[in-house]
């Protein structure tokens, strides 16, 4: 299935993109899920995606937890704690 | 209830007489942010950001009696002490307009999709979020 995905500050930077049409392999069905196969591409997507990297998700821009479910179409957006206000 | 995201500055008295024409309002509460004293940029993630303030104002206007609202939030280049951010309650008494626009606040700094990036001499570093912020929005579930 096909999925828009979206990089926002930091991310954006250090992953030198703001935005990504991707087509997810099977087994990948979560938000949990996609971040851990971005990690595994390796380089800065480790980095970015580090275990210990704090990174907040959105799914069609509705603030979401690992455990969310990605259905074809969606706009999965990752980005670091908001720092607004 | 007014929710604008905008690159352009706001005036504070324009925007409470906006939502002080009723009869019934007798109290604004409104907060305004300033950068300040570094030179920074704002990001946001357009139509989230929208969204995820309106659905604050909804959350305050089931807790307290909000007459009307504005939230206004600049994004782009900002100088020091620039206004960043307003929030303007209207109510018919004080306590409701107090609480509403603190409450509203408090949810922005966690829950809205801004990012800062300050410029100082020497380079340009992206705000980290502070757990005040979290505790803040925190105890308002309790």
Not at chain 1, 14 to 36: H, I, K, M, N
Not at chain 2, 33 to 57: C, F, K, S, W
Not at chain 2, 86 to 109: N, P, Q, T, W
Request: proline share 5%; glycine share 8%; net charge negative.
């Amino acid at each position: 299935m096909k999925v828009t995905v979206l990089f926002f500050a930091a991310l954006r930077e250090q992953l030198g993109r703001p935005r990504e049409e991707l087509e997810l392999p099977a087994g990948v069905s979560t938000v949990g899920g996609l971040r851990d196969h971005l990690r595994a591409r390796g380089g800065e997507w480790a980095n970015v995606f580090a275990p210990n990297r704090p990174v907040r998700a959105a799914v069609n821009q509705e603030m979401v937890q690992p455990v969310a479910t990605i259905s074809a179409g969606d706009e999965v957006a990752f980005f670091p704690p908001v720092t607004g206000g | 209830m007014k929710v604008a995201i905008q690159r352009e500055d706001f005036d504070l008295g324009a925007e409470v007489r906006a939502i002080s024409r009723s009869p019934k309002i007798g109290a604004v509460a409104s907060f305004v942010g300033l950068v300040r004293d570094v030179r920074m940029t704002l990001e946001h993630y357009p139509g989230m950001t929208e969204n995820a303030i309106r659905q604050i104002v909804d959350q305050a206007a089931a807790r307290w009696q909000v007459l009307d609202c504005t939230v206004i939030h600049r994004y782009g280049e900002l100088q020091p002490n620039d206004q960043i951010v307003l929030v303007a309650v209207a109510s018919a008494h004080r306590g409701d307009a107090f609480a509403a626009c603190e409450f509203i606040m408090d949810y922005l700094k966690t829950q809205a999709p801004f990012w800062k990036k300050e410029h100082r001499t020497g380079g340009a570093t992206w705000v980290e979020a502070r757990t005040a912020d979290d505790e803040a929005a925190d105890r308002w579930e309790k």
